[in-house]
């Protein structure tokens, strides 16, 4: 089995700013994409930021120039880093992963693969 690990959400004031990290283990083949969600309290789960293996970026307009979304293809991780925070930010944000990973000897494509999530309160 494959986990994705969130980390580094909590209570943070408007203005401030959070490093939230995704770390990714097991047998792992490949990982293309990687991603990171939010859902708020009564809301669809939307994309935050995306990245690819080579390094190419989207954003949601809403985050664009105060969020920047990086990996570290050695070491299976990927992270998004928070500033400017405003309280509509605040959402349970996860991890995403389209990857590929050994499961004995048969590899299994996971198109969307999830880590449990982490939350981000942004409130004074």
């Known amino acids: 089995q494959v986990q994705l690990v969130e980390s580094g959400g909590g209570l943070v004031q408007p203005g401030g700013s959070l490093r939230l990290s995704c770390a990714a283990s097991?047998?792992?083949?490949?990982?293309?994409?990687m991603g990171w969600y939010r859902q708020a309290p009564g809301k669809q789960r939307e994309l935050v930021a995306a990245i690819t293996s080579g390094g190419s970026t989207d954003y949601a307009d809403s985050v664009k120039g105060r969020f920047t979304i990086s990996r570290d293809n050695a070491k299976n991780t990927v992270s998004l880093q928070m500033n400017s925070l405003k309280p509509e930010d605040t959402a349970v944000y996860y991890c995403?992963?389209?990857?590929?990973?050994?499961?004995?000897?048969?590899?299994?494509?996971?198109?969307?693969?999830w880590g449990q999530g982490t939350q981000v309160t942004v409130s004074s």
């Open positions: 995403n992963a389209d990857l590929k990973y050994y499961r004995g000897s048969y590899l299994t494509h996971e198109y969307d693969y």
């Open positions: 097991g047998s792992i083949f490949v990982i293309n994409g």
